[in-house]
């Protein structure tokens, strides 16, 4: 599971940060939330390029969230993409998204598969779930979360062997915590397998004022990428456009008890001196990082 940071500013780009995007890398597949302008010349600058299965979940209608649609769909056509793209968002996002392509005469040889989703689960594969809740913005915006689902725990083969318990299906069973009876002998999954792995998390905050429920959504995550607009200074300012100041955000991040907070949506203002958002987080939550487009990081188990 790797995780890009595709885009970090919020609001207005400067040049060296992109409008929001964050790329995770996943069982195959790219997961791309948020896709500002020029999202796609980021995905290629990081060697992400486009993979046949992408799907894109944007947060919420404000321009820098999702303008970079367009574009996306423009330069996967020209690239001659045959599989559907999947997109997702809240209400309006099929209506927006086809004026978009309508006004700049833009008629992809492929599908562009829309979902309009609210909170709950979004999509889900075998491995993993990803879902949403409503964030407290100015406009209906989703904040997502990534879950891997649990994996089965590590067969004990000392054990297993030494009972004279042969490879085979009788391992899978127990595995999927199945009691097993072989020649007589009961076999009980505690006794044969370690304890499930749990599997890893990341949620990301797209735009948010502090809200307790951000808190129960990122809880335990290993990687929460939440917004950090402003700086204490501007909290009241905060207050009135519904963002987060970088304390917020790590408040959020010790509460939640979250194992790496990533500071994200960062406002043009702080161009040059991007440490007062970072010194301002730390000296609430230590795990926090405040990182370069087209930074990557792998989140482990
Ligand atoms: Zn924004
Ligand atoms: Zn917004």
Redesign the pocket.
Known sequence: MRLTFVGTG??MPTPERAL?SLAIRFGGSLFVFDCGEGTQRQLMAAKLGFPSSTHVFVTHL?A??YLGLAGLIATMDLSRREAPLHVYGPSGIRDSLELLLLGSRINPSFEVVVKEVGAGEVMSGRDFVIDAIWTNHTVPSLAYRLRERDRPGKVDVGFLESIGLPKGPLWGELQRGRTVVYRGRTIRPDEAVGPPKRGRSVVYSG?SAPFAGMVEFARGADVLVHESTYDRSLKSKAEEDLHSTAADAATIAMTAGVKLLVLY?LSSRYRGRWEILLNEARSVFPNVILPEDLQSIDVTC
């Open positions: 919020g609001g929001p404000h820098d969230h735009d949506h």
